[in-house]
C-alpha cells in the first residue's frame, strides 16, 4: 500500500515500505531467539517493530533519517 504524505515544502512525497532480506532475516532471528524462553514476549517485540516499521507509511518524518541516503532508522524503546 502506499500512501502520500505532506513535506514542509508544500510538496507530495511517497514512503514506500521495503524490507531488506537481511532486516527481515534479523527480525526473524531476534524473534526465534526470544520465542526459546518467552512466546509473549516474543510476539510483543514482532508486533512492536513491525508496526512502528509499517507506520513510516502514514508518518514518514518518524524516527532519524538514516546512515544509507533515502532510507529513515527507528529507535525503539527497550522491549522485554
Known amino acids: 500500500m502506499r500512501k502520500w504524505a505532506r513535506e514542509s515544502n508544500d510538496c507530495l512525497t511517497l514512503m514506500i515500505i521495503r524490507w531488506s532480506p537481511e532486516a527481515v532475516e534479523d527480525l ?9 524462553d518467552n512466546l509473549t514476549a516474543a510476539r510483543k517485540v514482532a508486533d512492536t517493530i513491525y508496526t512502528g516499521v509499517t507506520n513510516l507509511e502514514n508518518f514518514p518524518g518518524r524516527g532519524r533519517t538514516g546512515r544509507i541516503d533515502g532510507t529513515r532508522e527507528l529507535l ?3 522491549l522485554p
Request: hydrophobic share 35%; no cysteine.
Open 28 to 36: 526473524e532471528r531476534v524473534v526465534r531467539h526470544i520465542q526459546s
Open 76 to 78: 525503539f524503546p527497550p
